[in-house]
């Protein structure tokens, strides 16, 4: 049972245009999203975070748009740039629950063409 | 800030013996670390949370006599990987959050690749 789910295993953009990168939530449980970045044989990098109270939420060339009723999140990366090729994952936390576990999307493979 | 290291980043061991990795968060208190497992091509699955002096708790389906976990201090927590066999050859990953600080982030180690033949 995938709760979070990333519908796009790859995404290819041209260097200084928008990546926008898609997850979508199926437990209404969740409060509190985050995006991490990970390059192959290394842990991920957190990068921006949202809580539910929020429907937007803004860091440098970042931005994380929820849409609650829609139980989906974006995430907006402008402009891109060849350093930003990476695996992107959006995870998902729900208050109350175990310490804080995240449960994790797919991930997708962002590449940014020079 | 935010840092946590893992050791070894790599390991190759022969089959039926053991392996510790350890995890360590370097500048901040991690009143809870999680242990993940990531296969090629996958995304990571948890299988345990470990809080400071008190039992893991393990995800479903992973067995907790195999995967020994150990959080003595708030900067360190180790996974013991006991009587390794070549299924058991993955990417692990450890995570560190501070749940003092009332957000949800976790900061992860870079990884430990364990090779078992």
């Known amino acids: 049972d995938q709760q979070v789910k990333q519908n796009s295993p790859s995404l290819s953009v041209q260097e200084g245009r928008i990546s926008i990168l898609n997850c979508d939530y199926t437990n209404s449980m969740f409060d509190y999203f985050l995006w991490y970045k990970k390059y192959p044989a290394e842990g991920p990098t957190f990068l921006i975070s949202i809580s539910s109270i929020k429907d937007k939420n803004e860091d440098g060339r970042f931005t994380v748009f929820l849409n609650k009723s829609a139980k989906h999140l974006s995430l907006h990366i402008v402009p891109s740039q060849p350093g930003d090729s990476a695996v992107y994952f959006c995870?998902?936390?729900?208050?109350?629950?175990?310490?804080?576990?995240?449960?994790f999307g797919q991930g997708t493979i962002l590449t940014v063409h020079p | 800030g935010a840092v946590v290291s893992q050791h070894p980043s790599w390991v190759i061991c022969k089959s039926g013996t053991s392996v510790k990795i350890e995890c360590r968060s370097l500048d901040f208190q991690a009143t809870t670390m999680f242990w993940y497992r990531q296969f090629p091509k996958q995304s990571l699955m948890l299988m345990a949370t470990?809080?400071?002096?008190?039992?893991?708790?393990?995800e479903q389906g992973v067995e907790k006599d195999k995967f020994l976990i150990n959080h003595a201090s708030l900067t360190l927590s180790t996974l013991t990987v006991t009587s390794a066999h070549p299924e058991d050859s993955s990417f692990y990953i450890c995570?560190?959050?501070?749940?003092?600080?009332?957000?949800?982030?976790?900061?992860f180690g870079p990884g430990t690749r364990l090779t078992v033949t």
């Open positions: 995870a998902a936390s729900a208050s109350g629950t175990s310490y804080g576990k995240l449960t």
């Open positions: 470990s809080n400071e002096g008190s039992k893991a708790t393990y």
């Open positions: 995570s560190a959050r501070d749940i003092r600080k009332g957000t949800y982030e976790q900061y």
